[in-house]
T-cell receptor, first 117, second 115 residues
Framework: DTGVSQNPRHKITKRGQNVTFRCDPISEHNRLYWYRQTLGQGPEFLTYFQNEAQLEKSRLLSDRFSAERPKGSFSTLEIQRTEQGDSAMYLC???????????????FGPGTRLTVT | AQSVAQPEDQVNVAEGNPLTVKCTYSVSGNPYLFWYVQYPNRGLQFLLKYITGDNLVKGSYGFEAEFNKSQTSFHLKKPSALVSDSALYFCAVSSFTGGGNKLTFGTGTQLKVEL
């Protein structure tokens, strides 16, 4: 399967603990996005990478959140000192953008469901 | 700022009947519009997009969508619904002003197709 993969699929953690999620995009895709989805809502943009450069971060992304894409391939999203409000589905997506001004569809992974107790 | 409104939380339709899922948007500059479908415990699947050109775009599984610039709408349609179309549908918009193509999603519309 050459789609976007995410690990783990589910994570239960206690408040105050740190968690890290991994996303493996489609191999030739140069852009990688993170979104967060809570129950009854559409996904909300968190951040995105063009190759290894993090180009934009949403105001939703507090200082407790950090994302990396060290070699322009997989990405990690870390949440430090988790809070109950962090409970959500974290979605990763990737796309191949060949030129400025193009709008290529994003392909989503299955998500990581985080539950903070 | 860009935004999407999906005014119906749920749409019910009988199998074989046409379906419409509504979406309106607000964005600076030219809109890039998308529809995604989400099945339980699965990620979002891309259905179709409008970038430029014909206002009627065709996508996967027999779905199509009509872009209406004057009404800022991008309604999803299918001539004949199937029970297997029952799922959660999201409309999304992006704009290239500022770059990134980040998507702004609506709150979703639950489609229920009944026999």
């Amino acid at each position: 399967d050459t789609g976007v993969s995410q690990n783990p699929r589910h994570k239960i953690t206690k408040r105050g603990q740190n968690v890290t999620f991994r996303c493996d995009p489609i191999s030739e895709h140069n852009r990688l996005y993170w979104y967060r989805q809570t129950l009854g809502q559409g996904p909300e943009f968190l951040t995105y990478f063009q190759n290894e450069a993090q180009l934009e971060k949403s105001r939703l992304l507090s200082d407790r959140f950090s994302a990396e894409r060290p070699k322009g391939s997989f990405s990690t999203l870390e949440i430090q000192r988790t809070e109950q409000g962090d409970s959500a589905m974290y979605l990763c997506a990737s796309s191949l953008v060949r030129s400025r001004g193009s709008a290529w569809e994003q392909y989503f992974g299955p998500g990581t469901r985080l539950t903070v107790t | 700022a860009q935004s999407v409104a999906q005014p119906e939380d749920q749409v019910n339709v009988a199998e074989g009947n046409p379906l419409t899922v509504k979406c309106t948007y607000s964005v600076s500059g030219n809109p890039y519009l998308f529809w995604y479908v989400q099945y339980p415990n699965r990620g979002l699947q891309f259905l179709l997009k409008y970038i430029t050109g014909d206002n009627l775009v065709k996508g996967s599984y027999g779905f199509e969508a009509e872009f209406n610039k004057s009404q800022t709408s991008f309604h999803l349609k299918k001539p004949s619904a199937l029970v297997s179309d029952s799922a959660l549908y999201f409309c999304a918009v992006s704009s290239f002003t500022g770059g990134g193509n980040k998507l702004t999603f609506g709150t979703g519309t639950q489609l229920k197709v009944e026999l």
